[in-house]
């Protein structure tokens, strides 16, 4: 078994220590433009296909069940660029994570009239919540594009 010298470990330390003082520093002064447009990428895309066999599943009986799931590698793509292109993270990724934050919201509606047209609607909730449309998932597309939004905001990292 190869050991490395205590010198070579100890200077690899010192870097990732570094690299974490950095980041943290970027976090505190606001500097999270580029990591946090590459996290919402990724999410969107991770979400998406999440959303697409959950609705696979449902059979997209609703036409709206597709939005998300188109949403999804566009949101991916405003996200990735995002972290490349300081324009693209001030102007697309924005505008791409506010259709998504909207189309969270209309999802939670549709999610809680779905479980409203259940048998029983609102008075048999817990029975309803479980069996009909996930409520709260809606909600974590809603996250995603807050995520590209808040991006949006911030200022890239040194």
Do not use: C
Not at 75 to 86: D, E, K, L, M, N
């Amino acid at each position: 078994m190869f050991k490395r010298p205590p010198h070579v470990a100890a200077k690899e330390v010192a870097i990732a220590a570094y690299g974490i003082d950095r980041m943290v520093k970027n976090v505190r002064t606001g500097r999270f433009e580029r990591s946090l447009a590459g996290l919402s990428g990724i999410g969107a895309l991770v979400t998406a296909a999440e959303i697409y066999f959950e609705h696979d599943s449902a059979s997209f009986s609703n036409k709206w069940m597709w939005v998300p799931v188109a949403l999804g590698p566009v949101g991916a793509a405003a996200g990735i660029s995002g972290v490349f292109s300081h324009k693209l993270a001030k102007t697309v990724l924005p505008l791409v994570s506010g259709i998504i934050v909207a189309n969270g919201v209309q999802g939670t509606y549709l999610h809680a009239r779905g479980i409203h047209q259940k048998p029983g609607g609102f008075r048999n909730f817990r029975y309803n919540m479980e069996m009909g449309p996930p409520l709260m998932a809606p909600l974590l597309v809603t996250m995603v594009g807050g995520m590209g939004l808040l991006a949006a905001i911030l200022r890239r990292e040194k």
